[in-house]
C-alpha cells in the first residue's frame, strides 16, 4: 500500500493554476525523485502535500487518509516533514534550529533526539551555539536536514537540497541523506540536479504542472528524453 498517494490532484496560486491532474505514490521507506526544470511546478507540489498550498481538486492521501483538506500543522503531526529550499532559520542558533523541528514533542524527548543528532553530525555539535548563518552552505544543509529528522517523519519532502551548493557539497549532501535515513523514512526530493537520481528507487518527470515520465531510476535512466534533458547525451 502506497504511503502517500496523488490522484489528479490540481492547483496554483490564486487563480493561476500551475499543478495539472498529478497522480504520484510514494510507498514506506522509498525514496521517490521529483526531476523537473525550473519552474515545472516542484515546489508547488511539494507545498500542496504538506498543505502551505491548497489543494483545488483531486485528493491525498497519507497512511490511508485523506488529508487534503487539512491544515500544515495536521499533515506534520501525522508524520510528513518539509525540508524548504532555505531549511533553516540564519539568526537562530544551530540547537535552536533543531528544536524546532520538534516544537511539538515534550522537551526530555527533544533533548533526547537532539543529542543522536549531534551524534549523528559532529561538525554541528561543536558550533551548537553558533548561529545557523555562521555555517557553509553545505553545514547549513546538514543542519537542515537534522531539523526536519528530529521529528522522525514518516515522509520527508526535500525541496532542492542542492540549490546554492557546490558540487563537491552536493555529493556531501546525497552521501549524508544515504547514510542517515534509515529504512523506515520515506523521501520525495524535488530536484533539477539529476546526481539524486542515484538515490532514488523511482522518479517521476515534472513538466508545465504535468507529470511527463514516471518510473524506476534504471528506467528513466535509460530514457533518451532523461539522457539528453539531463545527463547532456
Ligand atoms: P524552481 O526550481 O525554479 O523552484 P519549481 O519546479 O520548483 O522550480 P515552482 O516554484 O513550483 O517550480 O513554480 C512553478 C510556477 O509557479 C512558476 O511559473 C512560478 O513562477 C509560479 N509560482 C511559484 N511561486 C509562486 C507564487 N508564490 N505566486 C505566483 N506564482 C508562483
Redesign the pocket.
Given at each position: 500500500m502506497s504511503l502517500l498517494s496523488l490522484r489528479n490532484v490540481t492547483s496554483?496560486?490564486?487563480r493561476?493554476q500551475?499543478l495539472w491532474g498529478i497522480d504520484l505514490d510514494v510507498a514506506p521507506g522509498e525514496t521517490v525523485l521529483l526531476l523537473?526544470?525550473?519552474?515545472?511546478?516542484?515546489?508547488?507540489?511539494?507545498?500542496s502535500i504538506i498543505g502551505i498550498l491548497p489543494c483545488w481538486d483531486g485528493s491525498i492521501t497519507f497512511d490511508g487518509v485523506a488529508i487534503g483538506g487539512e491544515k500544515p500543522d495536521q499533515r506534520i503531526r501525522r508524520g510528513i516533514a518539509f525540508m524548504s529550499?532555505l531549511g533553516v532559520f540564519p539568526s537562530l542558533s544551530i540547537e535552536e534550529n533543531i528544536r524546532l523541528g520538534g516544537y511539538f514533542l515534550s522537551g526530555a524527548e527533544v533533548k533526547r533526539r537532539s543529542e543522536r543528532l549531534f551524534e549523528l553530525f559532529p561538525a554541528l555539535a561543536g558550533k551548537r551555539r553558533d548561529a545557523a548563518g555562521t555555517l557553509s552552505g553545505g553545514q547549513r544543509k546538514m543542519l537542515g536536514i537534522a531539523k526536519v529528522l528530529i521529528s522522525e517523519p514518516k515522509l520527508l519532502l526535500m525541496?532542492?537540497p542542492s540549490?546554492g551548493l557546490a558540487p563537491v557539497f552536493v555529493k556531501q549532501v546525497i552521501e549524508v541523506l544515504k547514510s542517515t535515513i534509515g529504512g523506515g523514512t520515506a523521501l520525495l526530493i524535488?530536484e533539477?540536479n539529476v546526481a539524486f537520481l542515484a538515490l532514488a528507487d523511482r522518479g517521476y518527470l515534472?513538466d508545465h504542472?504535468q507529470v511527463k515520465l514516471s518510473g524506476t531510476r534504471a528506467a528513466l535512466e535509460a530514457d533518451d528524453a532523461v539522457r539528453a534533458a539531463y545527463f547532456g547525451l
Amino acid at each position: 500500500m502506497s504511503l502517500l498517494s496523488l490522484r489528479n490532484v490540481t492547483s496554483g496560486y490564486g487563480r493561476m493554476q500551475i499543478l495539472w491532474g498529478i497522480d504520484l505514490d510514494v510507498a514506506p521507506g522509498e525514496t521517490v525523485l521529483l526531476l523537473g526544470a525550473n519552474s515545472a511546478g516542484k515546489t508547488t507540489l511539494l507545498r500542496s502535500i504538506i498543505g502551505i498550498l491548497p489543494c483545488w481538486d483531486g485528493s491525498i492521501t497519507f497512511d490511508g487518509v485523506a488529508i487534503g483538506g487539512e491544515k500544515p500543522d495536521q499533515r506534520i503531526r501525522r508524520g510528513i516533514a518539509f525540508m524548504s529550499e532555505l531549511g533553516v532559520f540564519p539568526s537562530l542558533s544551530i540547537e535552536e534550529n533543531i528544536r524546532l523541528g520538534g516544537y511539538f514533542l515534550s522537551g526530555a524527548e527533544v533533548k533526547r533526539r537532539s543529542e543522536r543528532l549531534f551524534e549523528l553530525f559532529p561538525a554541528l555539535a561543536g558550533k551548537r551555539r553558533d548561529a545557523a548563518g555562521t555555517l557553509s552552505g553545505g553545514q547549513r544543509k546538514m543542519l537542515g536536514i537534522a531539523k526536519v529528522l528530529i521529528s522522525e517523519p514518516k515522509l520527508l519532502l526535500m525541496d532542492e537540497p542542492s540549490s546554492g551548493l557546490a558540487p563537491v557539497f552536493v555529493k556531501q549532501v546525497i552521501e549524508v541523506l544515504k547514510s542517515t535515513i534509515g529504512g523506515g523514512t520515506a523521501l520525495l526530493i524535488a530536484e533539477q540536479n539529476v546526481a539524486f537520481l542515484a538515490l532514488a528507487d523511482r522518479g517521476y518527470l515534472i513538466d508545465h504542472g504535468q507529470v511527463k515520465l514516471s518510473g524506476t531510476r534504471a528506467a528513466l535512466e535509460a530514457d533518451d528524453a532523461v539522457r539528453a534533458a539531463y545527463f547532456g547525451l
